[in-house]
C-alpha cells in the first residue's frame, strides 16, 4: 500500500516555513477612479448597457499605466472601476497562473540534483476517481513534465495541466504560499472541470520524478490536507444544475469554490513580468529562466507551438487573448504580444493581461471580470459570452490601447519582452 501524507500546518515536508505577510487593507467598496470613468462614458455604444447595470454584471476593472524615465525603469499608477475585493467572482482558470509558478518554485526548493521542470513526472493512482499519468503523448518522447503542463496551461487553458500541477504542490503549500505572498483572499482548494468531493480534493495523487535515463530522483506520497479552510458566505445565481444535471431552484453555493480577487490577480502578473517592482515578499522564488520560460508561453500563439501541435481550426492564433481581442479569429498583430491568463466558467469572463506594441513603443496592463449570465440560471452551459462578454472585453482592451496611444510621448525600450517563439507564427 502506498504511504499517504497527512499534511497539517506547520509544514512536515521539506519546504522552508512560511509567515504570512500582511494582507493589504481592503480596497474601498467598489473603487472607482474618475479616469476609467471617463474613458468607458466616452465610448457608451460599447460600455453603457454594461456599466449602467455594473452591479449585475459584477463588472471589476483594473487598469496600470506603465512609464519609464530616461533609465527606462518602469513607473506604475493603477486606476480602478468598481472594484471590491468582497464582491466574489469565481475566477476559473486564471488559477492556474499562481499554481504553475508554485510549481517552478517548489521544483527550486526541493533542492534535488538532476530534478528539473523538463523531469518525467509520473501521477500515479491511490484511491477512489483519481486518475494516474504515466506519458503524455503531445511532447517529442511521451513523457510528461512540469514544464510541459505550464506549457499547455498558458498556451490554451489546459484543465487537467493544472489539476497535475495541484495534486503535486497540495492546497496547503499553495494557499500557505499565497498567503505568505500578502495575498490573503486567495483560496485554491479543488482540481478543475473533474466534479470531486471536497474530501477528494482534500487528497492528492502519489507522484514520482524520473530523469532522462529513468533514475528515481524524488517520490512524494499522497498528500491528505486536513486543516481547515476558510469560512465563506458565497452563492450566486437563482437557480442551478447540480452534479446529477437535476435543476435546483436556489442560488448556488460558490463558498467552497476556489478564490482569487481581480487585484490580487493583477499583482500576481506583475511579480512575473516585473519581479523587481514588486516586494521581496510578493516574488516567486524561481530564477530568471523560469520567468523567461513563463512569459514565453503566456504570449506565445498556438499557430507558433511545436509541442503540443494545435489545430488552428479550433486554437486560432487570437485564442485565449480575450482583451483586444474578444472571440475574433483574426491574427493578432506581428508587433502586438499579449502576456496573460483568461478564464471562463459559471458565466464569468476574466482576463488579467500585460499588452506590448513593439513598433509604437505602448505598454500597459489590463485586468477585467464580467458576469454574463442574463437568466440566472449556472451550470447550463448557456451564458452570453458571445453576444455580451466578449465583445465588451475586445473593445475595453482596444479602447485602452487607443489611450495609450494618445498618451504616449516617449517610446521605451521594450526589448526584453521581445522573445523567441517555438516557430514563426503561421499568416492567416
Do not use: W
Request: charged share 20%; with cysteine.
Amino acid at each position: 500500500m502506498t504511504d499517504t501524507l497527512h499534511v497539517q500546518p506547520p509544514n512536515t515536508d521539506s519546504a522552508p516555513p512560511v509567515k504570512p505577510a500582511p494582507v493589504p487593507p481592503p480596497l474601498p467598496a467598489g473603487r472607482t477612479d474618475a479616469l476609467l470613468e471617463q474613458i468607458l462614458a466616452a465610448h457608451p455604444q460599447f460600455f453603457d448597457t454594461i456599466t449602467k447595470q455594473k452591479e449585475a454584471f459584477k463588472l471589476q476593472i483594473i487598469y496600470t499605466q506603465i512609464d519609464r524615465g530616461a533609465n527606462n525603469q518602469p513607473q506604475f499608477k493603477s486606476y480602478y472601476y468598481n472594484v471590491d475585493t468582497a464582491n466574489y467572482f469565481y475566477p476559473a482558470s486564471t488559477v492556474k497562473m499562481p499554481v504553475a509558478l508554485l510549481a517552478l518554485q517548489r521544483l527550486r526548493e526541493l533542492r534535488i540534483p538532476g530534478l528539473d521542470l523538463h523531469s518525467t513526472m509520473i501521477t500515479g493512482q491511490q484511491e477512489g476517481r483519481q486518475t494516474p499519468v504515466y506519458n503524455d503523448p503531445t511532447t517529442p518522447d511521451g513523457r510528461p513534465s512540469i514544464a510541459q503542463y505550464v506549457r499547455k496551461i498558458f498556451l490554451v487553458s489546459d484543465n487537467d495541466a493544472f489539476n497535475r500541477l495541484y495534486e503535486f504542490l497540495g492546497p496547503q503549500y499553495i494557499n500557505e504560499r499565497l498567503h505568505a505572498m500578502g495575498f490573503g483572499h486567495a483560496e485554491i482548494r479543488h482540481r478543475l472541470a473533474v466534479p470531486l468531493s471536497e474530501e477528494e480534493n482534500r487528497r492528492t495523487n502519489p507522484v514520482s520524478f524520473f530523469s532522462p535515463a529513468g533514475k528515481s530522483l524524488y517520490t512524494q506520497p499522497q498528500q491528505v490536507y486536513e486543516a481547515p479552510f476558510l469560512k465563506r458566505t458565497d452563492s450566486l445565481g437563482i437557480a442551478h444544475y447540480n452534479d446529477q444535471e437535476e435543476l435546483v431552484q436556489g442560488p448556488m453555493d460558490f463558498s467552497r469554490k476556489n478564490q482569487l480577487t481581480l487585484e490580487e490577480l493583477t499583482h500576481i502578473l506583475k511579480s512575473i513580468m516585473f519581479p523587481e517592482s514588486v516586494p521581496p515578499v510578493q516574488r516567486f522564488n524561481v530564477e530568471p529562466e523560469d520567468l523567461q520560460f513563463v512569459r514565453k508561453y503566456m504570449s506565445q500563439l498556438p499557430g507558433e507551438t511545436t509541442y503540443p501541435a494545435y489545430d488552428s481550426a479550433t486554437y486560432h492564433d487570437a485564442y485565449g487573448k480575450f482583451l483586444l481581442m474578444g472571440a475574433a479569429h483574426e491574427a493578432l498583430p506581428p508587433h502586438v504580444r499579449i502576456f496573460n491568463k483568461i478564464g471562463d466558467a459559471y458565466g464569468f469572463l476574466t482576463d488579467v493581461a500585460y499588452i506590448v506594441d513593439f513598433e509604437k513603443g505602448i505598454e500597459f496592463m489590463l485586468s477585467a471580470t464580467l458576469y454574463c449570465n442574463s437568466d440566472g440560471i449556472l451550470n447550463d452551459n448557456k451564458y452570453d459570452y458571445e453576444t455580451v462578454g466578449f465583445p465588451f472585453m475586445k473593445n475595453l482592451g482596444r479602447v485602452i490601447y487607443d489611450y495609450e496611444a494618445a498618451r504616449r510621448k516617449s517610446r521605451p525600450d521594450l526589448s526584453a519582452f521581445q522573445l523567441q517563439y517555438d516557430k514563426p507564427r503561421i499568416k492567416q
